[in-house]
């Protein structure tokens, strides 16, 4: 038993290294991010990247007001819409407005096809 005990220690200490190295570069990366944005308030790619910062530091308030302000600049881009819907119904436990979201979001996507 002590060698596998060994390779799960190694492994979970892998795991905890990489994540706080994704930790360290999302929280690196913000401010710049943040400064970009006052530069370029309507750039849709760059609260896209601020959005996956908040994704890799699981901060859903965050995630949520990049999301919103996506939507802004892209009201016809379902992405934003089906990802509010996967926060408020995994994360926040709000099925109404994770229903609500993700309704809107099929709403996007269907009329692509009409």
Partial sequence: MGFFN???KKIELKE???SSKTIQKAEEKIPKLEKAIEKNPDNFDLFYQLYGCYVDLGNSKKKIEC????H????KDAFPLS???QIYYSE???P???KFYQDEANKLN???FL
């Fill in 96 to 98: 109404e407005k994770g």
């Fill in 83 to 85: 990802q509010l819907a």
């Fill in 72 to 75: 802004k600049i892209k009201p």
């Fill in 16 to 18: 905890s290294q990489t």
């Fill in 92 to 94: 926040l436990d709000n």
């Fill in 6 to 8: 060994n390779l799960k």
């Fill in 110 to 112: 269907s009329s692509k």
């Fill in 67 to 70: 999301l919103e302000k996506m």
